[in-house]
């Protein structure tokens, strides 16, 4: 079935370095890659997303890129600071106007912390 | 702006009883997906909704239903809950007709079953 594998479970780093976290897809039908940051008890909040028409999308210190044959994308968090600090959720789903199946499948998170 | 309203946002209830969670999808929005957390996990998606009709099932058990109203908001029915069945329940909601694959999520409601 649809699964998306994430990596790793949890990452340290120190205020100011960046942080990388990995996903790969198993459904090679999935066009669309959110991902998500969660505090303790809060709703997940997206904080960048990439279709499969795309390589690459960068906001300030997120980036995202995207290896279509490979079914790999990542998150590039860079300067990192202590705020950033909670766990991050990658996603896909698979989004087509005929077909209503759009649900998110999500990675297991990585819990990043920034140490200052 | 307006956002994902859900309702009420802690629950607590005992075994064998049942409990309906409310959400309020961002106006003009038309699909409402289900997703349930249990602690230190991902979430999960349960079931959505499309222009009111039943667009998709994922992991939701038969102890539970679901379904949106007229109004597009949507109510989740649990019944002879389990212990298992505590979580956090989040809302989502989209405007899937103009093409827009971004998720909403809604506060969410903690269920604890004791």
């Known amino acids: 079935g649809e699964n998306v594998e994430q990596h790793p479970s949890t990452l340290s780093v120190q205020e100011g370095d960046s942080a990388v976290i990995k996903c790969t897809y198993s459904d090679s039908a999935s066009n669309y890659f959110p991902w998500y940051k969660q505090e303790l008890g809060k709703r997940p909040q997206l904080i960048i997303d990439?279709?499969?028409?795309?390589g690459e999308k960068k906001d300030q210190r997120i980036a995202v890129t995207l290896n279509k044959t490979a079914k790999h994308f990542s998150l590039h968090i860079t300067e990192t600071q202590p705020e950033d600090s909670a766990v991050y959720f990658c996603?896909?789903?698979?989004?087509?106007?005929?077909?209503?199946?759009?649900?998110?499948?999500f990675g297991t998170g990585t819990r990043l912390q920034v140490f200052p | 702006a307006a956002g994902v309203i859900q309702s009420p946002r802690h629950l607590i209830k005992e075994k064998r009883e049942t409990a309906t969670l409310k959400c309020y999808p961002i106006?003009?929005?038309?699909?409402v997906y289900w997703y349930q957390q249990g602690p230190g996990q991902d979430p999960q998606f349960l079931i959505s909704?499309?222009?009111?009709?039943?667009?998709d099932k994922g992991s939701i058990p038969d102890r539970f239903s679901a379904q949106q109203f007229s109004d597009y908001h949507s109510e989740l029915n649990m019944s002879s809950l389990e212990l298992g069945d505590s979580a956090l329940y989040f809302c989502a909601s989209s405007l899937r007709r103009q093409g827009h694959n971004e998720q909403f999520f809604g506060p969410g409601t903690r269920l604890t079953v004791l």
């Open positions: 909704f499309y222009e009111k009709m039943q667009s």
């Open positions: 990439i279709r499969s028409n795309v």
């Open positions: 106006p003009r929005h038309d699909t």
């Open positions: 996603a896909a789903s698979r989004f087509v106007h005929s077909y209503n199946t759009d649900k998110l499948i």
